[in-house]
């Protein structure tokens, strides 16, 4: 049976960390939370899973800084193939230049490490877009409006001046 077919619950969420402790943890997290969870340990596996899953993928999550293929580098190229997954960047001490690309890519970014609570409402954010409320979507139990712990637009380094609004 064709697993897009049967009404889905909860969104399914692409979680890519090359660090497995972090990764296994967050599925937990997130499993905990309702969230249907598939695991990458890298952006390539990540585009291999997106390329053969017969599941409807409804959110990366990953990691900004891995091996090989970086966050915003898989962001870029989950927009193009698959536009209607959303996107979420975490982490624990990206780089001023990754961090960047992440902004340039309008991909708001949570810093580990963070709550439970923090990464469900920057799950929710995502998932419905930027500053709407729980009334925006009427019936949509993943619309809690916006977040503050997320940094969007992303600071420019250091010596750059800002991009004006």
Known sequence: MDDRAVPRLSPTVLLVDDETAI?????????????R????????????????????????????MMPGLIGPQLAAI???????VRRLGMTGGATDTALRLMGES???????????????????TALVGPGKTGDAVAGD?????????L??????PPGEAPASA
């Open 78 to 84: 989950v927009q193009s193939r698959w536009p209607s």
């Open 141 to 149: 139990p993943y619309d809690t409006g916006p977040i503050s712990g």
């Open 23 to 35: 990764r296994s943890l967050l599925a937990r997290r997130l499993q905990a939370s309702g969230y």
């Open 151 to 156: 940094r969007t637009p992303f600071p420019p």
């Open 106 to 124: 309008n991909i708001q970014c949570l810093r580990k490490p963070f709550t439970d609570a923090e990464l469900r409402e920057a799950l929710k």
């Open 37 to 64: 969870v598939i695991s990458a340990a890298s952006g390539r596996e990540a585009l291999k899973i997106l390329t053969q899953e017969v599941v409807t993928i409804d959110l990366l999550l990953t990691d900004v």
